[in-house]
């Protein structure tokens, strides 16, 4: 089994930036698919970016120009660099990966506020 261990989250200002990372254990191999979720209070849970062992990334449109997602393949670790940051990105972000089952961190608080 997969386990998935998020940092990098915190307070940050609107029109700031953050870098979260997240470190898969458990797993000999690549894991095929690993992203980020993200679940604001009151909300459903989203999807922000996904990226696949190749390199082929789904994005949201919500973040799309303003987050970009990498992945280091040999440490089965994904990457969040956020860029203008905005209240309404404020929520929990979790790590997910897919391989063998899904697999999810327990997440990293981002709070965007002045």
């Known amino acids: 089994q997969v386990q998935l261990v998020e940092s990098g989250g915190g307070l940050v200002q609107p029109g700031g930036s953050l870098r979260l990372s997240c470190v898969a254990a458990g797993i000999g191999g690549s894991i095929h698919v690993m992203g980020w979720y993200r679940q604001a209070p009151g909300k459903q849970r989203e999807l922000v970016a996904t990226i696949d062992r190749g390199g082929w990334i789904n994005c949201a449109d919500s973040v799309k120009g303003r987050f970009t997602i990498s992945r280091d393949n040999p440490k089965n670790t994904v990457y969040l660099q956020m860029l203008s940051l905005k209240s309404e990105d404020t929520a929990v972000y979790y790590c997910?990966?897919?391989?063998?089952?899904?697999?999810w961190g327990q997440g990293t608080q981002v709070t965007v506020s002045s």
């Open positions: 997910y990966a897919f391989d063998v089952g899904v697999s």
